[in-house]
């Protein structure tokens, strides 16, 4: 099993969308995961609420031109906070699993996949990043990478 984390795409200083360059990253995403991971098995983003503020609705927009291309699901079962039943639904899958989280979020996440994770730190300004998590007899051990798209910051339309 690999588990591939990204954060959201770029985000506008004020607001809960994505901004144009969030937006144009989303949109190389398709060929540059496809080329790194293969098509995942599972996609996972947070629970999305309806409400006066939806600031998960990013790692949605963030994935969805992905899962539109190659016809995936996206699971939004799980709330970002849940990171003990998140793990548990994780280590329960097989194959290729994409989770796209908020940043700062990870460290629970990952440290209820029994990861150390102290010294960990995903920069606020860093949209560029992957950190892959496999498990070999049991331990996982992480990995990182990086997506190398530097988008344009100006929407086309």
């Known amino acids: 099993m690999k588990l591939v984390f990204i954060r959201h795409a770029e985000k506008p200083d004020v607001g809960d969308n994505l901004s144009c360059a969030g937006f144009n990253r989303s949109l190389k995403l398709p060929e540059v995961l496809k080329a790194k991971f293969g098509l995942p098995d599972h996609i996972y983003v947070p629970a999305m609420h309806q409400g006066k503020s939806t600031p998960r609705s990013r ?55 029994g990861l150390k994770v102290k010294d960990l730190q995903w920069p606020d300004n860093d949209f560029d990043s992957i950190w892959i998590v496999t498990f070999k007899k049991g331990q996982p051990s992480l990995t990182q990478d990086k997506e190398g798209i530097t988008p344009a910051a100006g929407c086309s339309f």
């Open 59 to 113: 790692m949605f927009q963030t994935i969805s031109p992905f899962a539109v291309k190659y016809n995936l699901t996206i699971n939004s079962n799980f709330e970002e906070e849940d990171d003990n039943g998140m793990a548990k639904e994780l280590t329960s899958k097989k194959g290729t699993i994409l989770i796209v989280w908020e940043h700062n979020e990870l460290k629970p996440l990952l440290k209820a996949l």
